[in-house]
């Protein structure tokens, strides 16, 4: 793990967004994960949740609730012997797929990441030799039926980068949120980096509602990595979708 730190907690401004948000409990990006996990072999990382206070106003008086972002504080990492799961499948050449029939989405990932059981997180998956290649999915509640009711993808996007996906010590830059309809599923795609004092992460981000759940999915490299990369990376998002359960 290059760092194993905590994220101190913070409050949630009142924004018309973050007020139709629950309060949210966050485990901030501030670390990566190592290099140890060999294939049928999974990291199970018990992970410290950070706690936000907060003022805004639960969504659907849901209470507290927890998101995560991709990137966790972890203060224990073992492992154990694992057989490949039976959720993932072959898929197109490069890339293997994921179903959730329980929780009603697919994505695929890069051949050869492995998976990171992560408390808190639904999936996760990330590659054992660069740390900062990985790709999570998150799930938290709510009432709402369409991801545009909590805004315009910019603003929405905005406030889960500044809010949810990187530390406030890091220094993060939007650089592109568009909306996307997919069998009139509305879903908002975004492209970001998070600079640290010795990296730059080049991640992207997609978020849709459904099935009672506001659904995040997340993936990002290196950014010296990311030339390599980003089509691989593009692959995955464009591959989210969400299905009726």
């Known amino acids: ?109 890069p051949f050869g990441w492995q998976e990171v059981i992560i408390e808190g997180q639904d999936k996760v998956f990330k590659d054992v030799i660069e740390p900062l290649e990985s790709v999570s999915v998150n799930l938290i509640p709510t009432g709402k039926q369409d991801i545009r009711d909590f805004g315009p993808p910019q603003e929405v996007a905005e406030t889960l980068i500044k809010k949810f996906l990187a530390p406030p010590t890091q220094k993060t830059k939007i650089i592109a949120a568009s909306e996307n309809d997919v069998d009139g599923k509305a879903y908002y795609a975004f492209e970001f980096t998070a600079q640290a004092p010795n990296y730059i992460r080049h991640a992207l981000g997609v978020v849709t509602v459904g099935n009672g759940k506001f659904y995040t999915l997340t993936t990002g490299a290196n950014e010296r990595r990311w030339g390599k990369m980003k089509d691989r990376l593009q692959t995955v998002i464009e591959s989210f979708k969400i299905s009726n359960v």
């Not at 409050?11 to 994960?33: D, E, M, W």
């Not at 990492?77 to 959730?100: C, H, I, M, R, Y």
Request: proline share 6%; charged share 15%.
């Open 1 to 109: 793990m290059v760092s194993l730190q905590h994220s101190p907690s913070f409050s949630i401004h009142q924004t018309s967004f973050l007020n139709s948000l629950p309060q949210l409990g966050v485990q901030k990006y501030g670390g990566v994960l190592p290099a140890v996990c060999r294939r049928g072999i999974s990291l199970i990382v018990k992970a410290e949740h950070a706690s936000m206070a907060s003022s805004a106003n639960s969504l659907d008086k849901c209470g507290r609730r927890q998101m995560i972002a991709v990137g966790v504080i972890a203060p224990w990492v073992s492992l154990v012997n694992q057989t490949p799961p039976s959720f993932a499948a072959e898929s197109k050449k490069g890339f293997l797929s994921v179903t959730d029939k329980k929780d009603g989405y697919s994505f695929v990932y």
